[in-house]
């Protein structure tokens, strides 16, 4: 199995790896605008790293309110391996730690693979609402462990 190295970026920035894991669909899809590389990003970011130093993936997490939007963004030689998953779960921790709510994603109309990026989140324990919005509950490992009362 891979190992995966989770990093937080202080001062996350656009760049080529980011574009990388954005594409086809590009960061305005996803209400990131047209960023020019070294544009400063707003929100908490987090570089997914394989064993050997490259860059697989990144997670984002913008929270407001008691609950948080998350957002994974896989390199494509990295797609299908369960990287995004493992980054999924990353941010549901980082979300614990906040003590968040939920955390939740809106896979946009214009997105290339909405279907599949909605039936992903599914899989990952997501529910639709009417909204439009994929919603899942935020635990701890201890809610998540401890036994039935």
């Known amino acids: 199995m891979t190992e995966w190295t989770w990093t937080a970026e202080p001062t996350p920035v656009w760049d080529e790896a980011k574009a990388d894991a954005f594409s086809p669909a590009g960061p305005a899809v996803h209400g990131l605008g047209s960023p020019a590389p070294g544009d400063a990003l707003g929100d908490a ?27 994974v963004a896989v ?25 968040l709510n939920y955390v939740y994603n809106v896979v946009p109309r214009s997105h290339p693979d909405r279907e599949g990026v909605e039936a992903w989140l599914a899989s990952q324990g997501f529910d639709a609402r009417d909204t439009g919005e994929l919603r899942r509950r935020v635990t701890t490992k201890a809610a998540t462990t401890a036994p039935s009362q």
């Open 45 to 71: 970011w987090w570089r997914v790293e394989s064993a050997d130093g490259e860059v697989a993936a990144f997670g984002r997490l913008d929270d407001t309110w008691g609950d948080a939007e998350v957002l």
């Open 75 to 99: 390199v494509p030689a990295f797609r299908t391996r369960g990287v995004g998953s493992w980054a999924m779960d990353k941010l549901g921790e980082e979300a614990a730690a906040r003590s």
